[in-house]
């Protein structure tokens, strides 16, 4: 029904509130149906129908609502102006008799009045149906030229008792200057075109403010039918066009906001055509400026295709709000987000290019992913003057790192993570940072969750926002505990010796210097005792280092139960020890402390199931009569101890200035080695190999030589032992290999007999690391097969069980031979030559200079002989001098002899000649 009436209908509930209105009350309200359904009758009334309608509505409103049909006539504000108009009102009573609610009917009776105004055109009776409907009637006669109104006519336009009747040009003179052509121009019109005079304009009411009427009337016309008065009514519409004034002024601002706005808007019709779009619509849409009037589908094809088109659609059918993201391709190609909205029109379209937006949506979650990925601990907190600083977020590898969940921890500041032991001065060091706009360096010592202890390595800086105001704090934790712990291992490894804990040579000399120091204000003595032991490279070579090295500890910890409390021990060297004593006032009281360490280190010890004896050789310094410096000191006691093992071991010496010479010696041959190799000091001689029944060259060994340019041609012994002691053996020993390599390819070359050539080893080069690849690498260099090389090896080597058999299989794999030299020398078993592969056995000199004239060495030597021969090795005799041995010797089966008999070491050019014939 209310869709069908074409008057002005509504229904009001009980409450007051609209619940049914009709299109034509919507079309008068200029309000939707769904901004008027609920709303109260007060909240509409007075400002779309006028006060005036609202306070007669009102009243008959209530009465009705107790049940009172009702009508009353009133002027109403319309949408271009007011109306005379009649309204019913009848209750809805439910089957229990009580008002459920009011049907209000609305009919517009303006002209009706306007025709019984001009039918009665009495003044009276016309002035008192006027009165009675609140209306101002108004009679202009044009003869007399004058306006005159009842009571309401004068009260609108503001006239009082002296001011009627006004002539045209005395009332024209109280209309609004912006107003009064248009006044004039609807008269004109009016009379011209005999039609019902309309128009609004302003006014001077009498109090001095301006008030806006709506004028209406009729001509009358004389018995010729000219116009003779004009005739009409008149409202007040201030209240009106105040209302309008608002709309319009809403309706501009509603406007300045869309067109100010960074999203773009668009209005479409029901036949989906555009109908309003804001300027960053028109920007956004390719040839924005056209489309008003076109059709959304025609211009934008696509839009069907995406989710863009069946969400508008929804809405248009459904009149539901509907929001959707995605991807408008060409022409636009770009990512939008809508919002439509159903309206009478059709539908509103609110949009924006989130194109951006997502792009940095997608890196704010790469950066998201990067942070839950990176193994360091992130953490921000919010920054605050008071230290409060609560965090409000951390990455996972913060969580892994602490052992704390995150929900554990937001919320608190991160100094729970801190122990007691963190010094407040780091804190403020931190806060320093932050206040210059620094990045603040810390290590802090840290607690876990489980009360594990670690070091965080801490790095935090300040987001600071335009003004540069730090609010939030990050912090980049890592966990460098390993590192500090390994740090404080060198730490003490640089400080302390490994095996047995005792300070090293270089610690030791630091306290030692400073004792020395204190001692020269407090003018007191200080003692340094040098430690070296006498057995332990036999030792070593018989069971191995790692035996070696259960003795040291074993030592050293002897040697701590024997000195004092007040004395510092420390390992100066491989098997040498050292103490001071600070205060030393008494040499016996000192001597007595040698003689107890010789005591404690002759107690027998067990090794690997062996009982070993312990002696040691002992020397001291005293400071200040013998030196006064810490190297000073300790080097005059290494004298002295080296003065107490050469005069027998197992005992002490006292420094003395005599001591000096000897170790002088000593360290001006080492010092001479490191340049003879650089200078070519160094040289090679050749001693021949020879059948020992046909006297032919079988092979040569090589051996070294050193042109001192002081001293003079030197022999190994004299610096060999010295080579080894200070490691350079090794380096010599690879010269020497490639050396004899060298010249034996050179001989080839140059058409001599091939022989091999044997090269000696010693034990401290063939524990080198990497020696096997070496001996490889010089092989491969020289050019020569790997069978003309044989490596002569001391039997106290092989008797070692600690030997790692790896290089020799390597080297016997490649063809390389090898030999035993001085075999029997050892003193050993003889089981140890079934773990070796080796190929040559030469028997010591000290066998073979008595096999002639018979006895215990012979015996042995032929015993040496015939043992090789079973095991199938071949044999070499050295110390050969004269022909009664070699014939000895071959007749026992002896395979080479080697020796001055056949030829004395010589010089490559020698050997050439001998190859030669």
């Not at 390819?745 to 050539?757: D, L, T």
């Amino acid at each position: 029904m209310f869709h069908l009436v074409p008057a002005l209908m509504c229904y009001i509930d009980r409450s007051g509130k609209y619940r049914k209105v009709s299109p034509q009350f919507e079309h008068w309200s200029g309000l939707a149906q769904s901004d008027l359904i609920g709303r109260h009758y007060t909240e509409v009334m007075p400002a779309i129908f006028g006060e005036p309608y609202y306070k007669r509505a009102s009243e008959a409103l209530s009465r009705s609502l107790e049940g009172e049909p009702i009508q009353i006539e009133a002027t109403m504000a319309g949408p271009h102006r007011v109306h005379y108009v009649q309204t019913s009102y009848s209750p809805d009573f439910d089957e229990h008799g009580t008002v459920q609610g009011v049907l209000v009917l609305v009919t517009d009776i303006s002209e009706l009045k306007l025709s019984e105004a001009e039918a009665l055109i009495g003044k009276e009776y016309l002035s008192l149906a006027a009165e009675a409907g609140g209306m101002g009637v108004w009679r202009y006669d044009l003869h007399a030229d004058e306006i005159t109104g009842n009571e309401t006519c004068d009260r609108l336009i503001g006239l009082g008792p002296a001011d009627a009747p006004l002539s045209w040009e005395a009332f024209a003179l109280r209309i609004h200057p912006e107003d009064g052509e248009g006044c004039i121009h609807d008269y004109k019109t009016a009379y011209t075109v005999d039609q019902v005079y309309k128009s609004e304009y302003r006014i001077r009411h009498h109090d001095g403010s301006w008030r806006w009427i709506s004028v209406s009337g009729s001509f009358l016309r004389d018995n010729q039918g000219k116009p003779s008065a004009l005739t009409g009514v008149v409202f007040d519409i201030t209240d009106q066009k105040t209302a309008e004034s608002r709309v319009l002024k809403e309706a501009q601002r509603v406007q300045q906001v869309l067109e100010s706005t960074t999203d773009g808007v668009f209005v479409l019709d029901r036949d989906w055509r555009f109908t309003y779009l804001n300027s960053c619509a028109e920007r956004a849409l390719s040839n924005g400026r056209i489309l008003r009037g076109k059709s959304v589908w025609e211009c934008f094809p696509e839009v069907d295709r995406t989710e863009f088109g069946r969400y508008y659609r929804q809405t248009m059918i459904e009149r539901v709000p509907t929001t959707v993201q995605g991807f408008y391709p060409e022409p636009l190609n770009r990512w939008y987000e809508a919002h439509a909205y159903p309206t009478e029109e059709g539908i509103s379209v609110f949009f924006r290019d989130i194109t951006e937006s997502r792009q940095m949506q997608d890196r704010m979650r790469l950066h998201q992913q990067a942070m839950e990925a990176v193994p360091v601990g992130i953490s921000i907190a919010e920054y605050s003057r008071e230290n409060d600083d609560p965090l409000v977020y951390v990455n996972p590898a913060f969580e892994r790192i602490t052992g704390y969940a995150a929900s554990e921890i937001l919320g608190k500041n991160c100094r729970f993570l801190q122990g007691r032991e963190t010094r407040e001065s780091t804190r403020a060091k931190i806060r320093t940072a932050i206040g210059q706009g620094r990045t603040a360096n810390v290590v802090l010592s840290n607690y876990k969750k489980d009360g594990t202890r670690f070091f965080n390595e801490l790095q935090i800086s300040a987001v600071r926002d335009a003004e540069g105001t730090p609010t939030h704090l990050v912090g980049i934790q890592t966990d460098v505990t390993e590192r500090i712990e390994a740090r404080e291992r060198l730490a003490t490894q640089a400080k302390y010796d490994a095996l047995t804990g005792i300070p090293n040579r270089r610690h030791f000399l630091e306290g030692l210097q400073q004792v020395i120091d204190r001692a020269a204000r407090t003018q007191k003595g200080v003692a340094v005792v040098y430690i070296d032991l006498d057995n332990l490279k036999d030792v070593n070579d018989s069971m191995g280092h790692l035996q070696g090295d259960r003795l040291l500890a074993e030592v050293a910890q002897r040697i701590t139960s024997a000195v004092r409390e007040t004395d510092k021990l420390g390992r100066v060297g491989g098997d040498e020890f050292a103490f001071f004593c600070s205060g030393c006032t008494r040499i016996a009281d000192l001597e007595r402390v040698l003689n107890r360490i010789l005591e404690n280190l002759s107690a027998p010890l067990i090794l690997d199931g062996r009982e070993l004896l312990v002696t040691a050789s002992i020397g001291y310094s005293i400071y200040p009569a013998d030196a006064s410096s810490s190297e000073d000191l300790l080097r005059m006691a290494d004298l002295a101890m080296y003065t107490a093992k050469k005069g027998g071991k197992n005992g002490w010496r006292a420094y003395s200035p005599n001591m000096d010479s000897g170790r002088k010696e000593k360290l001006e041959v080492a010092s001479g080695l490191r340049r003879a190799l650089d200078k070519g000091e160094l040289f090679l001689l050749y001693q021949p190999r020879v059948d020992a029944a046909s006297s032919q060259i079988r092979s040569m060994e090589a051996l070294i030589r050193w042109n001192h340019p002081e001293r003079g041609l030197m022999m190994p012994a004299q610096f060999i032992a010295i080579a080894e002691e200070t490691g350079l053996i090794t380096e010599i020993g690879a010269w020497v290999m490639r050396e004899a390599l060298r010249q034996n390819a050179e001989w080839q070359r140059s058409g001599r007999r091939i022989v091999p050539i044997s090269v000696n080893v010693s034990a401290v080069q063939f524990r080198a690391r990497g020696f096997a690849s070496s001996v490889l690498s010089s092989i491969e260099t020289s050019g020569l097969a790997p069978e003309l090389l044989e490596l002569e090896l001391t039997e106290s080597l092989l008797m070692d069980e600690a030997i790692s058999l790896g290089p020799i299989a390597t080297l016997r794999d490649h063809g390389v031979r090898l030999a035993i030299d001085d075999f029997g020398t050892g003193y050993s078993g003889l089981g140890y030559l079934a773990r070796f592969p080796v190929n040559t056995i030469k028997i010591d000199r000290s066998f073979t200079n008595s096999v002639a004239e018979g006895g215990p060495e012979a015996a042995i030597c032929r015993a040496i002989i015939q043992l090789a021969n079973d095991l199938h090795f071949t044999v070499v005799a050295e110390g050969i001098e004269s022909q009664n041995q070699a014939e000895v010797l071959s007749g026992w089966g002896c395979d080479e002899l080697q020796g001055f008999h056949f030829g004395t070491p010589m010089p490559a050019e020698q050997i050439e000649a001998l190859l030669q014939q």
